[in-house]
């Protein structure tokens, strides 16, 4: 099996992600940057970092970067997190975005002390329900409204897991492995 790691972002990833984001099939995420702006978003990240606001990575697959993942912060309640990511269409459908997801969850929940981590979807996007299910997130609800993309507002499904159930999974994986004190 081919390796799947998270990296901090580097302003250099800027090519990288303009080809991944400016693809015509890349539908869900309206953003559609220039080689500039995206240089400059990536240039914040060390600030959004240390001001606790946003922690974005690089997704690595097979030495390859396939896309990218980040947890924003809710700044009026600083114990939710949003995830949010993007995966190339070449690496589609092969559990990159589940790792990924896994991946920053352990971050959100164990080094940023996150009590709820949320991921939302306009509900056509059934790859990210596939990922949030998979991830075992639960749907919390419809939300009117509540993403804008492509000059239209769209409704969103919710989901989330908390802390408490992040570590339950990690006790009755131990448990089903053998591991269990």
């Given amino acids: 099996m081919k390796k799947i790691s998270i990296r901090l972002q580097r302003v250099n990833d800027a090519q990288r992600f303009c080809e991944i984001l400016n693809n015509?099939?890349?539908i869900y995420f309206s953003i559609k940057p220039s080689l500039?702006?995206?240089r400059k978003y990536l240039s914040q990240n060390s600030k959004k970092r240390k001001k606790n606001i946003e922690h974005n990575y690089t997704i690595i697959y097979d030495k390859k970067i396939a896309g990218a993942v980040g947890i924003k912060i809710n700044q009026h309640s600083q114990h939710v997190g949003e995830?949010?990511?993007?995966?190339?269409?070449?690496?589609w459908n092969k559990g990159i975005a589940s790792c990924a997801v896994k991946l920053i969850e352990?971050?959100?929940?164990?080094?940023?002390?996150?009590?709820?981590i949320e991921i939302m979807m306009i509900p056509d996007n059934i790859g990210s329900v596939r990922v949030a299910e998979k991830c075992?997130?639960?749907r919390e609800g419809l939300l009117s409204n509540r993403i804008f993309n492509d000059g239209k507002y769209h409704d969103a499904?919710?989901?989330?897991k908390l802390k408490k159930e992040y570590y339950l999974g990690f006790q009755i994986m131990k448990f089903n492995a053998g591991y269990y004190e």
């Fill in 136 to 138: 075992n997130y639960k």
């Fill in 157 to 160: 499904y919710l989901y989330a």
């Fill in 106 to 116: 352990q971050i959100g929940f164990n080094e940023l002390n996150l009590e709820r």
């Fill in 83 to 91: 995830i949010g990511y993007f995966i190339d269409e070449n690496f």
């Fill in 24 to 26: 015509k099939n890349f």
């Fill in 36 to 38: 500039e702006e995206e």
